[in-house]
């Protein structure tokens, strides 16, 4: 970890946060929970880097919610292996985090559903996760969940709060892969057999990461379509972003009420 760049938030923020979260698409306005706000731009980071997808701002935001003393810093905006980076700066936020002090990591994202039941703008909790990059190894495909991945915890809190504000509780595997074009439908047809519930671009690093640090993390996708091939409308990068920000309200209303509850843990 270049110190050039933690040295450079710390200077500019001045807080020390016990909660770090990973801001998908449609949850910039959770911000808006936050006092004494602190944006610092991705660009404006010595020796760090811009994001380059639609949807992602390129900024940490700093605070502590309103009327209590948690701290936290917020990343609006996320890197992907596809935009041409080396594995460990796709999951560079979580290593600042860690640099940080923080203790909690939660990662959100918008994910492509699996499961014909449920519905764009349902929100699952990640209790599993399976690499399916085929970076290296092409022969074997692992399941890794848990409590050294997931914190039981955490994941306990999130469904009590869904209940409390009668969210269906979705709980699920969800599917790395590389990217940037979306799967095809004979390759959901494959994930399904193998009991993928929701597919997406990212986070995947930032869990591996988040485990190999040992930091406690919750992670959360908002189902914003269906995949290739569970219906027949066809997908696009625009329909992500607009059913993101759709459901970025309600989950941004359900995230506030996690953060308080890991306030008092």
């Known amino acids: 970890m270049n110190k050039k760049i933690i ?54 935001i700093t605070g502590n919610i309103k009327d209590t003393d948690c701290q936290v810093i917020f990343a609006n905006g996320r890197f992907h292996y596809y935009e041409g980076l080396s594995y460990d700066k796709v999951h560079i936020i979580i290593d600042i985090f860690n640099e940080l002090g923080c203790e909690y990591v939660i990662t959100t994202n918008s994910s492509g559903c699996l499961v014909p039941e449920w519905a764009p703008g349902d929100i699952m909790i990640l209790d599993s996760h399976i690499d399916m990059t085929f970076r290296g190894d092409t022969t074997e495909i692992q399941k890794k969940s848990g409590p050294n991945y997931y914190d039981t915890q955490l994941l306990n809190i999130a469904a009590n709060e869904m209940k409390s504000l009668n969210i269906p509780i979705r709980k699920g595997t969800y599917g790395w892969t590389l990217g940037p074009t979306y799967e095809t439908p004979a390759e959901i047809k494959y994930f399904k057999t193998i009991n993928i519930d929701a597919v997406g671009m990212s986070t995947v690093p930032e869990i591996e990461r988040a485990h190999e640090l040992k930091l406690k993390l919750l992670g959360m996708a908002c189902l914003t379509n269906y995949a290739v091939g569970i219906s027949d409308e066809m997908l696009t990068h625009e329909e992500v972003v607009t059913q993101a920000n759709k459901t970025g309200k309600l989950f941004s209303t359900l995230l506030l009420k996690i953060l308080k509850q890991i306030n008092s843990l």
Do not use: C
């Open 7 to 60: 040295n450079h938030i710390i200077s500019q923020s001045k807080i020390q946060p016990k909660i770090g979260v990973v801001l998908g698409s449609g949850l910039q306005q959770l911000a808006s929970s936050l006092e004494n706000i602190k944006r610092i731009k991705y660009s404006d980071i010595p020796s760090f880097f811009d994001t380059t997808v639609d949807g992602h701002e390129g900024e940490f």
